[in-house]
């Protein structure tokens, strides 16, 4: 939830009110906790939930283009000034429906995505996006991978490590969200 407040917080902060959101499955836990930090952002301003500006997609490009094309069609009745894209692929298939639909990011539509990373710097504007520490995952993930197999030779069986770990987004701005 922490990376969808941060995102929305960051488009509010930059003069938009009417933010869509394009998202995976509100089944599946990741797609719930960012649509449910996109509605705590909005509440949180006091900033109505418009369900229209709200799309699921799968977390692929073509989805993303589909999903934003949805928004766009519908714009005069829906009108949104930023967006935020819950998947670098998702992203991806998002600008490539709002560039054909000659609208600009950010004059039109500002935008932050997920993970989106582009070191090449072909993407222009750069894309804001929220970054999980990939470093930091990959630490924890051998710590406790460590932890695992030492319990495992103490005892004789295997080990069960259930835990929750929350770790810190990263909101890495760039000019798609800048007005």
């Known amino acids: 939830q922490k990376a969808s407040i941060i995102a929305v917080n960051h488009l509010i902060e930059n003069g938009n009110r009417d933010i869509a959101i394009i998202v995976g499955s ?12 996109y509605k705590r952002a909005l509440e949180h301003h006091n900033i109505p939930i418009n369900e229209n500006l709200i799309k699921f997609g799968n977390y692929k490009e073509d989805t993303g283009y589909s999903c934003m094309k949805e928004l766009l069609e519908n714009r005069s009745k829906n009108p949104f000034t930023g967006v935020y894209i819950g998947s670098e692929k998702m992203t991806y298939g998002a600008i490539k429906a709002i560039k054909e639909y000659n609208l600009s990011i950010p004059e039109d539509i500002a935008l932050v995505g997920f993970d989106v990373h582009d070191k090449s710097g072909l993407i222009t504007p750069g894309i804001t996006t929220i970054r999980q520490p990939e470093n930091d995952i990959g630490r924890i993930v051998a710590d406790l991978i460590i932890k695992r ?22 909101l890495e701005i760039k000019k798609s969200s800048i007005r």
């Open 26 to 37: 509100p089944n599946e836990t990741t797609g719930y906790e960012r649509l449910e930090g």
């Open 149 to 170: 197999l030492k319990e495992k030779q103490k005892e004789g069986e295997p080990a069960s490590i259930k835990q929750r770990i929350i770790l810190e987004p990263i």
